[in-house]
């Protein structure tokens, strides 16, 4: 992991500015908006390995699933559920009906559930019984009319059984087995199997995330989340080995996420390092962990602590930890990051699953201008209105003025023959 010292914030930030290749993934939209199923089974044969009669999972495969679940794994999923679902719960309470009436004119502003989202959850190189809790669990809470869920499938052609579970268990109405950026765009364009989505949620690899961002002009979608960012800012106050333990982490995920650490101690950087080096021999998916933490992790050692804030802010990671004297002091100043975590002892890994916080968050520095995933995501605001003659009267002089100065002149006699 390198050390770089950092004399220019912004500067240092805009080198880390994130860049894709969309040219592949468009070509895998295009093909199953234009072949449906077909291009589908074809997708998973090519990346997968497997050859699925049905991209459906049924209800005995589910059945079965449940009978390779440990009553642990079974214990920890619904915790995982009932956190989440205590925090959602409490946000949606909040989305009340407003009324405003002025004038002669009534505006009723509500907020509405979806009708249809699409919850991708990924596999590959690990399972996540936890994304589908994260993306289930508020789209039910707000009401969402049907929920569907899209997870790769194994050479085998099943879903791993936590997967299923955790689906089921938060009350996903239909479960596709397909991956990666064609089952982003079957949900975007429907299939002869999976219908079209009003919505697309979820967290995924470079190739979904780009996937993600191409169909937003034919469907919504909750954020750009993925691959994983980790950042901390430490001082040496924090423990180098629980700080190196924590940017291995989040780095185990694939060999694409971005970990760094922010610092103003030379000391803590150098024993930040040497701890990485000794952890992640031995460490389990430590070869995945050195590919990333080589390719794209970093130690930023800056000059003051007001330029490790201005970086944070700069950079905006999914996840940002302070590990500091005063953390509360620095965490006060943050305001892009996905998700801040006070102090020592709030882990990314644990926010990952039962802290209540939701880890679907945004990456490619998207927190500046959104959070977390939660039932805001899956609600839209109605607004109605109501006008009457006497309204009407009130604004005909202001209404005309600005229609002729739009040069738009029937919008004025529209009004006018009501008079």
């Known amino acids: 992991m390198r050390i770089i010292k950092v004399t220019n914030p912004d500067s240092f930030a805009r080198q880390k500015e994130p860049i894709s290749d969309l040219k592949q993934v468009r070509a895998i939209l295009e093909k199953v908006r234009q072949q449906g199923d077909t291009a589908l089974r074809e997708f998973e044969s090519k990346f997968n390995k497997v050859s699925l009669s049905s991209l459906r999972v049924s209800k005995s495969e589910?059945?079965?699933?449940?009978?390779?679940?440990?009553?642990?794994?079974?214990?920890?999923?619904k915790m995982a559920r009932k956190n989440l679902a205590r925090?959602?719960?409490t946000l949606k309470q909040h989305l009340k009906?407003?009324?405003i009436a002025s004038g002669g004119t009534k505006i009723a502003k509500s907020f509405v559930p979806l009708g249809?989202?699409?919850?991708?959850?990924?596999?590959?190189?690990?399972?996540?019984?936890?994304?589908?809790?994260?993306?289930?669990?508020?789209?039910?809470?707000?009401?969402?009319?049907?929920?569907?869920?899209?997870?790769?499938?194994?050479?085998?052609?099943k879903i791993d059984p936590l997967v299923l579970v955790a689906s089921d268990l938060c009350g996903a109405d239909m479960i596709f087995?397909?991956?990666?950026?064609?089952?982003?765009?079957?949900?975007?364009?429907?299939?002869?199997?999976?219908?079209?989505?009003?919505?697309?949620?979820?967290?995924g690899g470079a190739f979904v995330t780009a996937a993600k961002h191409l169909v937003s002009e034919r469907v919504s979608i909750d954020m750009l989340?993925?691959?994983?960012?980790?950042?901390?800012?430490?001082?040496?106050?924090?423990?180098?080995?629980?700080?190196?333990?924590d940017l291995i982490s989040q780095s185990e995920h694939s060999s694409d996420t971005v970990c760094f650490l922010l610092t103003t101690s030379k000391k803590l950087a150098d024993r930040v390092k040497q701890s990485i080096k000794k952890q992640v021999p031995t460490a389990r998916r430590g070869k995945i962990v050195m590919q990333s933490?080589?390719?794209?992790?970093?130690?930023?050692?800056?000059?003051?602590?007001?330029d490790m804030?201005?970086?944070?802010?700069?950079?905006?990671?999914?996840?940002?930890?302070?590990?500091?004297?005063?953390?509360?002091?620095?965490?006060?100043?943050?305001?892009?990051?996905?998700?801040?975590?006070?102090?020592?002892?709030?882990?990314?890994?644990?926010?990952?699953?039962?802290?209540?916080?939701?880890?679907?968050?945004?990456?490619?520095?998207?927190?500046?201008?959104?959070?977390?995933?939660?039932?805001?995501?899956?609600?839209?605001v109605q607004t109605t209105v109501e006008s009457s003659r006497q309204a009407l009267r009130k604004i005909e002089k202001n209404l005309r003025t600005l229609a002729e100065s739009e040069d738009l002149p029937n919008h004025y006699e529209a009004v006018r023959k009501r008079l």
Do not use: W
């Open 62 to 77: 589910i059945a079965d699933a449940y009978k390779n679940v440990t009553e642990d794994q079974l214990d920890a999923i």
């Open 87 to 89: 925090v959602e719960s």
């Open 97 to 99: 009906k407003i009324q």
């Open 116 to 157: 249809r989202v699409g919850c991708y959850v990924p596999g590959g190189l690990a399972r996540y019984p936890s994304s589908a809790v994260m993306s289930i669990v508020p789209a039910k809470i707000a009401g969402v009319g049907q929920v569907i869920v899209a997870t790769p499938p194994n050479r085998q052609g």
């Open 177 to 203: 087995k397909v991956s990666g950026a064609h089952a982003i765009a079957a949900l975007a364009y429907g299939t002869e199997s999976i219908p079209q989505v009003d919505k697309i949620v979820g967290p």
């Open 225 to 245: 989340a993925g691959p994983t960012e980790l950042g901390i800012i430490a001082d040496d106050m924090a423990d180098p080995e629980i700080v190196a333990a």
């Open 293 to 306: 933490l080589e390719q794209n992790g970093f130690i930023a050692l800056c000059k003051s602590q007001s």
């Open 309 to 380: 804030i201005n970086l944070a802010n700069r950079l905006a990671p999914e996840h940002l930890q302070i590990m500091t004297k005063n953390p509360k002091k620095i965490s006060d100043k943050i305001s892009t990051a996905g998700l801040v975590l006070v102090g020592n002892h709030t882990p990314s890994s644990a926010s990952d699953y039962l802290f209540g916080t939701n880890h679907i968050l945004p990456t490619n520095r998207l927190g500046r201008s959104r959070g977390s995933l939660s039932v805001l995501d899956f609600v839209k």
